[in-house]
């Protein structure tokens, strides 16, 4: 019962937040995954964002067109939440790799920015808004160390380690974690007082 009055009692807002996060998780890990796939086929053929510019005459929606036919013909299959696939987006195909890499970063900050906002709705939820503030300090904090790995050694790309620390920071911080942790530990810090009192007495 301890736990649950942690959680705003009987109220089902947190629970509905938490099911946004998890939702919102699974869309946005999709979605990296195939911008992350086309990025990648994008870089291995040299001539990939000008397919068909000579029969389009350079022509913007001809090009997108003839590379969305090779794309369903030929590109590799890639792993998603639940199958092998080759399934994209439409509008992939009608930009070039400059803008790939700008969509990339700009969803990078969109989903931190989304997991913040469902954060602080899930501590506001179980009545702990005020813990705000804490949240703040851990995307804070966790920004920080993605910055100083990348930029000690994460610019190579996904074979070198710094790259790799920032992601995982980031998947931290694409998660529930944040929150579900300003929840729980202070119910398991008073837990364990409560505990060594009954011990001592």
């Not at 620390?165 to 998947?171: F, I, N, Q, S, T």
């Amino acid at each position: 019962m301890a736990l649950l009055n942690s959680l705003g009692g009987r109220k089902p807002w947190w629970l509905l937040v938490l099911i946004a996060m998890v939702g919102f998780g699974y869309v946005q890990e999709d979605t990296k995954i195939k911008l992350n796939h086309y990025i990648s086929i994008g870089d291995r053929y040299a001539d990939f964002y000008d397919y068909g510019h000579e029969a389009c005459e350079r022509e913007d929606a001809c090009m997108a067109e003839k590379r969305k036919e090779w794309w369903e013909s030929y590109a590799p299959m890639c792993r998603t939440n639940v199958a092998y696939t080759r399934d994209t987006f439409e509008v992939f195909h009608h930009w070039d790799g400059d803008q790939m890499l700008r969509a990339k970063w700009g969803l990078m900050v969109a989903i931190v920015l989304g997991f913040f906002v469902l954060d602080a709705l899930f501590l506001r939820a179980v009545g702990v808004a005020d813990r705000w503030k804490l949240l703040l300090l851990i995307y804070a904090a966790s920004g920080l160390v993605v910055a100083l790995f990348w930029a000690l050694d994460g610019r190579g790309g996904a074979e070198d380690p710094g790259y790799n620390v920032a992601r995982e920071v980031l998947g931290f911080l694409q998660s529930p974690l944040p929150s579900l942790m300003l929840v729980l530990l202070p119910w398991l810090r008073d837990r364990a007082l409560v505990n060594a009192q009954g011990a001592e007495a």
